[in-house]
């Protein structure tokens, strides 16, 4: 476009030659990130933007320390940054949200099963003054079925029990604004869903629909339990419902409990002996998974709580790459982190 300004919808610019982030969390990721440098390089040559590209590294027990460095010298556009340990990949965007300079972030991560092409489309919609630009799954390529069928489930029961309405099948490739940007920053969370935080806040956005990717190299990281954790990270962070419905539950037994009261009073006017305990013990053993699934549901919140209670910072740096010395790197918005450029000495040996 010949003109320098390329939209301001509501106070949002996205200006041509402005600056876009792309976050890159990795976790023993090292047979992707040279083919990630690779793609995304020539991506982002085809678009009107300066980018960086921020690497948060989930403390990787491979070669992917080494990698980033070697990219990191090449290009500095390229930064590192690396955890003192598993923080777990919210962690990770809500660090490189925190230490995005840039316009616009695009959150892509290492193992590009999410297309990098994909990135004119959202770069487009942001143009037209989205703040939030999401993919959407049309097909989980090379994911096993159970995988693919549990994924539904999730993102189904989720929308249906949160208090906001958060797109089945979206997923964590998106494309932030600025503004968006600062908004999540707001969050002060320790238990922490971004993809329910980026439908939160409001602004406007527009869902695209792409296939994913099979892995070309390393092993998913996201088995079976972790959808499971998904799931109920997702509902208690954005729902009570799930104690509604058990109050609701415990109505019902009472109810059924008064009406077979009832049958028996009844039967005991009548001179008429019910056969047999079947129908108390199975009624006590509903009571009792009622109560038990009930006390658990409660022992959710009140854990979550507790985390929260406790304001531990939500990541540490053990170091970083292609920082300068005077800028600032913080931990989160109540701990800073004990960060420092990884001595030279390592970096050549790298």
Not at 5 to 11: A, M, N, R, Y
Not at 257 to 277: D, H, N, R
Request: hydrophobic residues 45%.
């Amino acid at each position: 476009m010949s003109k320098s300004l390329l939209t301001v919808v509501h106070g949002q610019a996205a200006t041509e030659g402005g600056l876009v982030t792309v976050i890159m969390p990795a976790r023993n990721e090292e047979g992707n990130l040279p083919r990630a440098y690779a793609e995304l390089t020539q991506v982002m040559s085809g678009t009107p933007y300066d980018y960086e590209v921020l690497v948060i590294d989930n403390d990787s027990q491979d070669r992917t320390g080494a990698i980033a460095a070697d990219l990191c010298q090449r290009d500095h556009r390229w930064r590192y940054v690396k955890f003192s340990r598993n923080f777990n990949v919210e962690a990770s965007i809500s660090a490189g949200l925190r230490l995005a300079r840039g316009d616009a972030a695009v959150v892509l991560f290492s193992d590009l099963q999410d297309p990098p092409e994909l990135l004119p489309t959202f770069f487009s919609h942001w143009e037209e003054g989205h703040d939030v630009v999401y993919g959407v799954l049309r097909d989980r390529q090379g994911d096993p079925w159970w995988k693919v069928l549990g994924a539904k489930a999730v993102y189904r029961m989720v929308n249906a029990l949160a208090d906001v309405e958060i797109t089945p099948n979206a997923t964590d490739f998106r494309l932030l604004s600025r503004r968006a940007i600062d908004a999540l920053n707001q969050f002060d969370e320790r238990n922490r869903y971004l993809r329910g935080f980026a439908h939160w806040i409001g602004f406007r956005s527009r869902g695209v629909e792409y296939d994913r990717r099979p892995r070309s190299a390393g092993k998913s990281k996201a088995p079976f339990f972790y959808l499971i954790g998904l799931a109920i990270n997702a509902i208690t962070c954005f729902s009570t419902r799930p104690l509604q419905l058990f109050s609701m539950a415990g109505a019902a037994a009472l109810a059924g409990t008064l009406l077979l009261a009832a049958v028996y009073l009844g039967s005991y006017f009548f001179a008429y002996t019910m056969p047999g305990l079947t129908t108390v013990y199975l009624l006590l053993l509903a009571n009792l998974a009622v109560l038990l699934l009930g006390f658990g549901t409660l022992g959710e919140y009140v854990g979550r709580t507790y985390v929260e209670t406790k304001r531990r910072p939500l990541w540490l740096i053990d170091y970083t790459l292609n920082f300068e010395e005077a800028e600032e790197v913080v931990a989160e918005p109540v701990s800073s982190a004990n960060v420092v450029e990884q001595p030279a000495a390592w970096r050549k040996a790298a």
